[in-house]
């Protein structure tokens, strides 16, 4: 069983930045794919950002240039930096990360986050 911990979600003001953080810990021979995806009450979620094993990364169209996407490897981790915040961009946001168990299975399996609620205010 893998288990993944969010946290640095919160209020902030428009303009302002925070730091999520997604640590993976569990039965975990490797981390393929993280990402991060939000949502809102209603809609489909939608990928914010991702990163693969080679550090390539790739943005949503609205978060480019705001945005940043890295990882911790050592730590099983996962960050996203989010700069210049605006009121559209109040979501819960969910880490999402493909692994390859610790079993000897020869698979790959996809686990979520918990959510953790972002709130830009005008």
């Known amino acids: 069983q893998v288990q993944l911990v969010e946290s640095g979600g919160g209020l902030v003001q428009s303009g302002g930045s925070l730091r999520l953080s997604c640590a993976a810990s569990g039965s975990i021979f490797k981390i393929l794919s993280m990402d991060w995806y939000r949502q809102t009450p209603g809609t489909q979620r939608e990928l914010v950002a991702a990163i693969n094993t080679g550090g390539e990364t790739n943005y949503g169209e609205s978060v480019k240039g705001r945005f940043t996407i890295s990882r911790d490897d050592a730590k099983n981790t996962v960050y996203l930096q989010m700069n210049n915040l605006k009121p559209e961009d109040t979501a819960v946001y969910y880490c999402?990360?493909?692994?390859?168990?610790?079993?000897?299975?020869?698979?790959?399996?996809?686990?979520w986050g918990q959510g953790t609620q972002v709130t830009v205010s005008a």
């Open positions: 999402n990360v493909e692994i390859i168990p610790s079993n000897g299975d020869i698979i790959t399996l996809t686990y």
